[in-house]
């Protein structure tokens, strides 16, 4: 499985952007896909994720209601719209897969995407 996000970029505190990751490969063995962010020094961290069905959306409290997260079948891409950016929000954003959901880590990751959120 191979993991390719983009969608990265600064934005002004308040605003939104879409971030995209596209699967491609043996895309049928994944399970669940997951959202992660790190900035400089810190642990990564969850943000959101969702099984490959589309189902079952869980997001950490730091962004429910900000963001959203969902899939598109037919490109095997799932997404994470962020609304009302604050500027601790801004990290290094990677997305993941893993093949089975009773699994706590994840077992293919993408390069990470930058979100950058001025004040």
């Known amino acids: 499985v191979q993991l390719q996000a983009s969608g990265g970029g600064l934005v002004q505190a308040g605003g939104s952007l879409r971030l995209s990751c596209a699967a491609s490969?043996?895309?049928?063995?994944?399970?669940?896909m997951g959202w992660f962010r790190q900035t400089p020094g810190k642990e990564r961290e969850f943000a959101a994720s969702?099984?490959?069905?589309?189902?079952?959306?869980y997001y950490q409290d730091s962004v429910k209601g900000r963001f959203t997260i969902s899939k598109n079948y037919a490109k095997d891409t799932v997404y994470l719209q962020m609304n009302s950016l604050k500027p601790e929000d801004t990290a290094v954003y990677y997305c993941?897969?893993?093949?089975?959901?009773?699994?706590?880590?994840?077992?293919?990751w993408g390069q990470g995407t930058l979100v950058t959120v001025s004040s």
């Open positions: 993941a897969a893993k093949t089975d959901y009773r699994n706590y880590e994840y077992d293919y």
């Open positions: 490969g043996r895309t049928i063995s994944i399970s669940a």
């Open positions: 969702i099984g490959w069905s589309g189902g079952n959306p």
